[in-house]
């Protein structure tokens, strides 16, 4: 949705809502009864019958009868005409400002409180335009923090899921091995070899208590998202989850993911290489529980991490992908145009990865060609990252051209060489590359950035593969709709939350419901489990403030960097903090549509 777009949108939705924009007010915003006007007397109905004036205060909610000059006033039809319409008849109108210092119930409440529900329904879905959604690119870079390329010289990478992209097929493979492993080495019943990969069940950033044996998804807040807890393949139910952390979906600090996302009970699996473990972790769960065997979720948690990891110890997942480069790479073709043009446009490029030298060799080869080395002025394989961040002793080993070790002292990092382990700070003061010049590239927000950007300055860039597939959803009209509408009903009950009533109460009870199944239902598209791996039902995830706390830029590929040239400099959103939501026109169902009625809240100090 264009930002003009948005911003007439919200502009009308003020006007013809609200009745009072926070900058102008105009006399003909407050205009909404298509029934009446305000005159003395009686007027003829369209069924002929006659309907009160608003000179007339005996229909009213509340008491106060208005002159005709109030520029609060809204018409309101007779008790006559009012009942013979249906409940939540849309020729029922608004009200002036309530009186607060009452506690009776306005008459025929349920009507005025469902005429402002379908009055607010009626502009939401009248008021977005056709493919009003349908403008989000996931070729877009997004920022976090301003970003300037004219000032970025150096440019450094991560080599898996950041210059090669892996296909989907990886990860079942990754899961069946494991899966093996876990039975044959570990012993486990042959019962969970009938488990089969289950692509669509977990999501990266996700959170697993060891001890509960609980995968569940956290917010910014440390809080536990209701209805995404599973045990095994079965949802938790939400009272149960009460119970369980002591009254409260609250995580605490001192039990959550430490800074590379491993707490003393809870691991965040930030990885993408980590969602095959996931899968394993609530398989062999489900199996132990649907055949009631005892087991201890501590001692399944550390197998199934083992058997993971020895997948790739052993060097199965590198064979795999060596023996059939073409169905486990992607976008190839595109990150030999990434390279070819940063260094066509004099620009160094750097590369460090935990990956060995042999299965990168092969990967570059696929992708770029036998030459790929000449893009490079530095290559760092098995450099055990994080840990290459933070360690000041491990020095630098060269590889000759066989991939074998040298045993001489490092003194410089040579282009066209192979380097193996090494630190960072050896690797500042070899090279002299330091502070915003340097822009690096990586999936892995605690291994790859976190220290580069807290510790050192350096530009940093998320490459987030799951962007792809959550702006097609996000650009869906059926999202666009439902999400604007969820957001107007919040801000209607937010407006009408003064309404206390038994009758009102019971009302808001069915808008409770209804705000509950549209968080379903927008959950349900991205993933029926878990749902986005940005947002909870209103907050950022976890995952997603990392995600703005340790990169500088975020984007589905590296191939993102075709749509930009290299003087380009990108701005992040500027997004209206809590207290400048109303001054904010364009900002669509945001503060805006939260904003309380300004005359109907006028009794706060």
Not at 66 to 79: E, K
Not at 497 to 523: A, I, N
């Amino acid at each position: 949705m264009s930002f003009k777009t948005v911003g007439t949108l919200t502009r009308t939705l003020w006007a013809r809502a609200n009745k009072t924009p926070p900058l102008a007010r105009s006399p003909r915003v407050n205009r909404l009864c298509t029934t009446c006007r305000i005159s003395g007397g009686k007027k003829q109905g369209r069924d002929g019958t006659k309907e009160e004036s608003c000179g007339s205060d005996s229909d009213r909610p509340t008491g106060n009868a208005p002159s005709p000059s109030d520029p609060l006033h809204r018409c309101t039809a007779g008790d006559k005409k009012r009942a013979k319409e249906p409940l939540g008849a849309p020729g029922v109108c608004g009200v002036r400002r309530r009186s607060f210092t009452s506690t009776a119930a306005p008459m025929d409440q349920i009507s005025y409180l469902w005429t402002r529900y379908n009055d607010m329904k009626r502009l939401v879905h009248d008021l977005i335009p056709p493919g009003a959604c349908n403008l989000l690119n996931s070729s877009t870079i997004y920022a976090n923090n301003e970003v300037d390329l004219a000032e970025v010289d150096i440019y450094g990478f991560d080599y898996d899921y950041t210059l090669a992209q892996y296909s989907n097929a990886l990860n079942a493979m990754i899961y069946n091995k494991a899966r093996e492993f876990l039975i044959e080495h570990f012993k486990y019943p042959e019962g969970i070899r009938k488990y089969d990969y289950l692509s669509n069940f977990a999501v990266r950033g996700l959170h697993y208590d060891i001890q509960k044996g609980l995968l569940m998804k956290i917010d910014a807040f440390h809080y536990i998202e209701p209805g995404t807890v599973y045990r095994g393949l079965s949802p938790v139910p939400d009272e149960e989850v009460l119970q369980l952390f002591g009254g409260t979906y609250h995580v605490p600090l001192q039990q959550d993911s430490g800074f590379y996302g491993k707490g003393p009970k809870v691991k965040q699996f930030m990885d993408i290489f980590s969602i095959p473990e996931m899968t394993l972790l609530a398989v062999a769960n489900d199996f132990f529980i649907t055949n009631d065997i005892e087991y201890d979720p501590v001692h399944l948690f550390k197998d199934v991490s083992e058997a993971v990891g020895m997948v790739h110890l052993k060097g199965y997942m590198y064979k795999w992908i060596m023996e059939d480069l073409d169905k486990f790479i992607l976008r190839g073709d595109e990150t030999d145009a990434v390279l070819h043009r940063l260094a066509s446009n004099g620009k160094k490029l750097f590369l460090i990865t935990n990956s060995p030298f042999s299965f990168v060799d092969r990967g570059m080869t696929h992708m770029v060609g036998k030459n790929w080395r000449d893009f490079f002025d530095v290559v760092i394989v098995q450099a055990d990252k994080p840990h290459f961040f933070t360690d000041c002793i491990k020095p630098f080993r060269r590889l000759d051209g066989n991939g074998d070790l040298r045993w001489e002292k490092i003194k410089s990092l040579d282009k066209g060489q192979i380097y193996k382990q090494g630190n960072l700070f050896d690797f500042l003061r070899l090279t002299g590359w330091r502070g915003s010049k340097v822009l690096y590239f990586g999936d892995h927000l605690y291994s790859d950035l976190a220290d580069l950007m807290l510790r050192h300055g350096w530009r940093t860039a998320a490459i987030v593969p799951e962007l792809e597939q959550e702006t097609k959803v996000v650009s869906t009209d059926r999202y666009g709709m439902n999400l604007t509408w969820m957001q107007a009903l919040t801000g209607l009950m937010e407006r009408l939350q003064t309404h206390r009533d038994p009758v009102s109460k019971q009302v808001f009870l069915e808008w409770q419901k209804e705000r509950e199944e549209l968080r379903v239902m927008t959950k349900n598209l991205f993933n029926p489990q878990f749902g986005s791996i940005f947002r909870t039902c209103h907050n950022p995830t976890y995952f997603s403030r990392r995600l703005c706390r340790f990169s500088d830029l975020y984007m589905t590929s590296l191939s993102c960097l075709l749509n930009y040239d290299l003087s380009y400099t990108f701005y992040p959103r500027r997004t209206p903090l809590q207290h400048e939501a109303p001054l904010w026109m364009d900002q669509l169902c945001t503060g805006c549509m939260k904003t309380p009625f300004l005359e109907e809240m006028s009794h706060i100090r």
